[in-house]
């Protein structure tokens, strides 16, 4: 009964490294989501993966990447974190973009010092 | 570009009380609507979701309606407990896109 498990829960960077933060779902859904929640900002999208083998970008992609491995994997890359990039980081997946209903993992706190 | 709005940023009642988080959105054409919940330290669960052709979705002590020509939707809570105590986010789609979500209204019932 896993869902949307998200790794890792917690980690400290210092500015200039890099990360990889790694999702996986066990739905079969074909879409997932990478989002950033900050204080008093909401929710705000970085990149999808509308299916297997496609990506787009969100609202706010500067300075991430992003890898849909497989169907179940997707995983997002800082590649020199700043400190601008401290927040908690969101993955979530659905059956398809629009229509139904999208699973959320548990979150994982990144702080860049 | 889809924007959601909610207000009250927070909310307190007593228990017992009924009560209703607000929400709205900027453009009519929408997908679909979905109320979630989420707990401290903890990430989103769906509570309802409302397709754009349906004008309520209830679930237990939950009822969340749609009005697109207003761009409006409305989760209705009945009989208020402090296990309710939990942020409430909105979110909503235009056509084929990503959810976008409001900045939800942190809930808390005084018992």
């Known amino acids: 009964n896993a869902g949307v498990t998200q790794t890792p829960k917690f980690q400290v960077l210092k500015t200039g490294q890099s990360m990889t933060l790694q999702c996986a779902q066990d739905m079969n859904h074909n879409s997932m989501y990478w989002y950033r929640q900050d204080p008093g900002m909401g929710l705000r999208l970085i990149y999808y993966s509308a299916s297997e083998g496609t990506t787009d970008k969100g609202e706010v992609p500067n300075g991430y990447n992003v890898s849909r491995l497989n169907k179940r994997e997707f995983s997002l890359r800082l590649e020199s974190a700043a400190p601008s990039q401290t927040s908690v980081y969101f993955c979530?997946?659905?059956?398809?973009?629009?229509?139904?209903?999208?699973?959320f993992g548990e979150g994982s706190w990144l702080t860049v010092v | 570009k889809q924007e959601v709005t909610q207000i009250p940023a927070a909310l307190s009642v007593p228990e017992g009380e009924n009560l209703v988080l607000n929400c709205s959105f900027t453009d009519s054409a929408i997908y679909n609507l979905q109320w979630f919940r989420q707990d401290p330290g903890k990430g989103l669960t769906s509570l309802l979701l409302?397709?754009?052709?349906?004008r309520e979705q209830t679930s237990g002590r939950l009822n969340a309606s749609l009005d697109k020509s207003s761009g409006r939707s409305t989760l209705y809570i009945a009989a208020s407990q402090p296990g309710d105590s939990a942020t409430y986010l909105c979110a909503s789609n235009s056509g084929n896109t990503p959810l976008v979500f409001g900045k939800g209204t942190r809930l808390s019932v005084i018992a």
């Open positions: 409302i397709q754009s052709s349906q």
């Open positions: 979530a997946s659905s059956d398809w973009r629009g229509g139904n209903t999208i699973y």
